[in-house]
């Protein structure tokens, strides 16, 4: 994270990639020096979203919508208390912000969390790169860091991969909390939060679900001692190889309803004896098309992850836990984007269906969590 400044300044910058490629252009928010992994996200709003969401953290954003900025910053969209993005990158910064909600500028915002940016980068050019060589470590540096190319290709290069990162415990909380259900309450669910995004237990507590959200290195008594009707495991940042897996083995032995996006669906897939790869460069923004196999429906959806489950998309496949098939599927690439087990109350998805900045092709997801608790439930009353 780089120094404060006042907004507006034009201090020179550098991004440099690992492969020794670089940028010139603008400091944008922080002035400093910052490290991190160069993705790109191809969301044309939403971009106070993306900068608070938690699974970006250690991660460089590029935004390949060449405008970005004119909406400002607010105080109602942030996904968490803070930017957890490691920095930032645009072509064209907004001048001034235009909207009846803003409260600052994004620049301001990201100037104020220490964020270091750069702006006046052809995006583009960047985006191409990285779609053609893959992810990788980067650096942005700017006003007094900016030095020689040699020597910062050197400091990129000496910074930690993504790949065999384990981050989810530095951005869960470390007390639970409870998000009450909104309306009459009918169903009680442990959240494990990962890297759990604001609007979603505010998604279940629509529903009328008391979301009780636990720290990441909650274990199976503690999720147990809320007396849950289902348990939801969230998205997070880092490498899922990296993951314990007691819990999840845990609560599918119980036959406890299960719902895990993003992170926690590529937990449930390693649970279940599949395996999970880097993919070359991701899936991040809020434009991604995936097809629902069990209804032939193609939902736009929300994305923000770099691994995926290694999974048979031929059929139902025998794992611990009894058969499990593939229920989602990226159009673009046909990477698994969903999974469930066939003879227990368990499912989840790649993506995130709370998304906030929209589309809301996948709200549907949280309604079929309620209807396995709902089942589980008659069924439990009728034995």
């Known amino acids: 994270m780089g120094t404060r400044r006042e907004a507006g300044g034009a201090a020179g910058a550098v991004l440099v990639l690992e492969d020794g490629r670089s940028f010139r252009g603008r400091a944008y928010g922080a002035v400093g020096e910052t490290f991190g992994e160069a993705v790109f996200n191809t969301g044309m709003t939403g971009y106070q979203e993306t900068l608070t969401d938690p699974s970006y953290h250690r991660q460089v954003v590029v935004m390949t919508a060449p405008h970005v900025g004119n909406t400002g910053v607010n105080d109602e969209d942030p996904e968490s208390g803070r930017i957890w993005v490691a920095g930032y990158v645009v072509r064209d910064p907004a001048r001034m912000p235009s909207s009846w909600r803003s409260k600052r500028s994004l620049d301001e915002e990201l100037a104020a969390e220490g964020v270091v940016g750069i702006s006046g980068v052809d995006t583009r050019a960047l985006t191409r790169h990285l779609r053609e060589r893959g992810a990788m470590r980067v650096g942005i540096f700017s006003g007094e860091a900016v030095e020689d190319e040699a020597v910062l290709l050197e400091r990129v290069r000496q910074a930690p991969p993504m790949r065999g990162a384990n981050l989810s415990a530095e951005v869960a909380t470390d007390r639970p909390y409870v998000v009450p259900a909104v309306g009459e309450k ?175 092709d996948a709200a549907y997801l949280f309604d079929r969590f309620t209807f396995l608790m709902e089942t589980a439930l008659m069924e439990a009353e009728r034995a």
């Not at 990296?242 to 992170?263: K, M, N, Q, S």
């Not at 159009?331 to 995130?352: C, K, M, T």
């Open 186 to 360: 009918k169903f009680t669910v442990a959240a494990i939060d990962l890297g759990i995004k604001g609007m979603t237990p505010h998604r279940m507590a629509e529903r009328g679900i008391e979301v009780h959200v636990l720290p990441a290195t909650a274990t199976l008594e503690q999720v147990y001692a809320v007396a849950p009707d289902g348990v939801f495991v969230s998205n997070g940042p880092g490498d899922p190889a990296t993951a314990d897996l007691t819990v999840v083995r845990g609560v599918l032995e119980r036959g406890t309803p299960l719902f895990g996006i993003c992170f926690g669906h590529q937990l449930f897939g390693r649970a279940l004896g599949f395996g999970t790869y880097k993919l070359k460069y991701g899936h991040r923004g809020i434009n991604q098309p995936v097809q629902d196999r069990t209804t032939g429906e193609v939902e736009v959806t929300a994305h923000n992850h770099g691994f995926a489950v290694d999974a048979p998309l031929d059929g139902p496949v025998d794992t611990p836990f009894g058969r499990a098939e593939v229920t989602h599927v990226c159009l673009n690439d046909q990477v698994v984007e969903g999974l469930r087990l066939i003879d227990r109350p368990a499912f989840s998805v790649q993506y995130h269906p709370e998304a906030a900045a929209g589309p809301h």
